[in-house]
């Protein structure tokens, strides 16, 4: 039996580091980015996207990059959009042409937050921000090419690489005696680890039976479970540093609201996902975000 051999899009990022591990075991894994040696990718220029797929020919083409700076991308709408918005459908329309299955990954951003109950794939969406905005466009570019693709939408991400809310606040906490953290929005903390091995769970399953994508394609929410603010989040990860005994100079956390700490980029005030289709399609549930943070910072 041929292996499957897998394109990862995002080489650097925290989602698509964690992927290069989680898919080593359902085959040949290729792994590429913007600064990749070997090939490289820059979902900004569609000829690069072309040239990396038509020269790989992958049987599944996971996008793991993004433009993901939410406040820098109102200042660069056009970027952002080539990467968000314009890139995944390219993607989509190369990967229909050697029939081979799209991953893509979006966020909970594409939501005004004015819901009081977790959001369905099938709620209406009506993005705050450019990012938000780009995001959905990304979405529906690959669902309008008509071909083999898992979207995933998620939340919150973090982990132990790049810019993430946990290393931020790791770092603030050895910095400043004294924090104000938005405790008006709320969402759920989903570890990029846990999205990497719910993605190849799903994977997993198309791989031992080729017909059963054609039945499950389609949008998916995958985040962790139960919800908190960022004030809440951050507690959390104080919380645990101190029950480590690492050295941190923080004394004090505020809540405050978020017209206290106003931003370029609105963000939604509740971006909580309802993970029920997941959970039936692929049997994928991942566990709440409190006790997922309890393990990644142990």
């Given amino acids: ?24 075991t359902l085959g040949d894994v290729i792994a590429i980015g913007r600064r990749t040696k070997s090939s490289t990718i820059d979902l900004a220029d569609p000829d690069t996207i072309r040239k990396a797929v038509r020269g790989i020919k992958p049987d599944w083409i996971i996008n793991a990059a993004a433009y993901t ?33 799209l991953i893509h990954y979006s966020t909970d951003y594409v939501f ?4 009081t109950e977790p959001y369905k794939e099938e709620s209406p969406t009506n993005p705050l921000s450019v990012y938000g905005k780009t995001k959905l466009a990304g979405e529906k570019a690959v669902q309008a090419v008509d071909g083999r693709y898992l ?31 938005v405790d008006d929005q709320y969402g759920a903390p989903t570890w990029c680890r846990h999205i990497a091995e719910a993605t190849s769970q799903a994977v997993s399953q198309c791989v031992a039976n080729s017909d059963l994508l054609d ?18 989040f951050s507690r959390s990860i ?61």
């Fill in 1 to 24: 039996m041929k292996k499957a051999r897998f394109l990862i899009i995002g080489d650097q990022g925290q989602v698509g580091w964690e992927l290069q591990r989680t898919m080593a």
């Fill in 215 to 232: 039945e499950k394609r389609g949008l998916y929410h995958l985040s962790s479970g139960g919800m908190t603010t960022w004030y809440g």
């Fill in 69 to 101: 700076a939410v406040d820098k991308a109102e200042e660069e709408p056009d970027l952002a959009m080539a990467v968000n918005g314009t890139a995944p459908g390219i993607l989509a329309e190369e990967a229909k042409a050697i029939k081979a299955t």
């Fill in 112 to 115: 005004d937050g004015k819901a």
């Fill in 238 to 298: 104080f919380e645990l540093m101190r029950e480590a005994d690492e050295k941190i100079l923080l004394q004090d956390v505020k809540p405050i609201m978020t017209k206290e700490y106003p931003l370029p980029a609105p963000r939604p005030s509740y971006s909580v996902l309802n993970n029920a289709k997941l959970r039936h399609h692929f049997g994928v549930v991942l566990p709440d975000w409190k006790l997922v943070l309890d393990q990644v910072m142990k």
């Fill in 151 to 181: 979207i995933f939408r998620t939340s919150w991400v973090y982990g132990f690489r790049g810019h993430s809310f946990l290393m931020t606040m790791r770092r603030l906490a050895q910095e400043r005696e004294e924090l104000k953290i």
